[in-house]
């Protein structure tokens, strides 16, 4: 990457020291987007409580491909069939997606034992997140975006299994969960492939709607978070500006100092 890249700009903590160890061009943590986004997903007052009132509001996050929605929409509906049928009060399940989905999710859910609500648009999810007590998602962007707001989480992934054979060769992770690399810590369970399983799932996900070790460890690790990714610190549009305004200024190979 030296020969064609000048500098890196980084959104996620950990990437400056792999680049140093790799032998990269100079890297710089600027921060990630969700950084200047954390007052539209954690709670008021008043949504702090409706988090802990009752019936408990789960997230159901399938992803927004179509491959995720057809491989992960199943065994979700079997999930919140086995969550719906333990407790004494059923949760409230609520599914965020975009509006081009509606229609395909609309189709998806009217097949499952317990339908859940649909909240369509940005807007309608970043308001169910901040009363969200639990919730149960693929394995993505949304795993940074769910810690940050303070949700005790399962995550689950399923690909074919041609991608599955290559992703165990190539990728060496202790884990595939963004929000786990990001902590540095295994908090957020994860299902994959043959592992994703309704009765697993449902199993994780119990736990995380009381006030159990389970759930105290993932708000305990998330509660870290802003120190780790530095939010409040300063805003990585700006920093990112910064950067690229240095080199516009004083041209290639100018230094910067990394972050």
């Keep these: 990457m030296r020969s064609y890249v000048d500098h890196v700009l ?16 100079p890297c710089s943590y600027v921060g990630h987007p969700l950084s200047e986004q954390v007052d539209t997903l954690r709670p008021s007052a008043p949504e702090q409580a409706r988090r802990q009132a009752e019936p408990p509001v789960v997230l159901l996050l399938p992803g927004s491909r179509s491959s995720e929605i057809a491989a ?7 999930t919140v069939a086995r969550l719906a049928g333990r ?10 997606t975009l509006p081009h989905l509606a229609d395909r999710i609309g189709a998806l859910v009217a097949n499952w034992p317990v339908r859940p609500r649909i909240a369509i648009g940005e807007d ?25 707001a303070g949700i005790p989480t399962v995550a689950a992934y399923r690909v074919s299994a041609l991608e599955a054979f290559v992703a165990r060769r190539l990728v060496k992770s202790p884990s595939v969960i963004l929000a786990n690399l990001v902590i540095g810590e295994n908090v957020v369970p994860e299902f994959l492939q043959e592992d994703c ?51 516009a200024r004083n041209g290639r190979r100018t230094a910067v100092t990394p972050a």
């Design 124 to 148: 309608e999810k970043r308001a169910a997140f901040r009363v969200a007590r639990a919730a149960l998602a693929a394995s993505g962007t949304v795993t940074l975006e769910l810690a940050l």
């Design 197 to 247: 399983t309704a009765a697993s799932l449902a199993a994780a996900l119990a736990p995380l709607l009381a006030d159990t070790p389970e759930r105290t460890r993932q708000l305990a690790a998330f509660a870290r978070l802003d120190g780790i990714m530095k939010i409040g610190e300063f805003r990585p549009s700006d920093e990112a500006a910064r950067i690229v305004l240095s080199y």
């Design 72 to 78: 992960l929409g199943p065994v979700f509906g079997e």
């Design 10 to 25: 980084a959104l996620l903590p950990f990437e400056v020291d792999v680049h140093r160890r790799l032998g990269g061009p």
């Design 87 to 96: 407790g004494v009060t059923s949760p409230d399940f609520v599914l965020p």
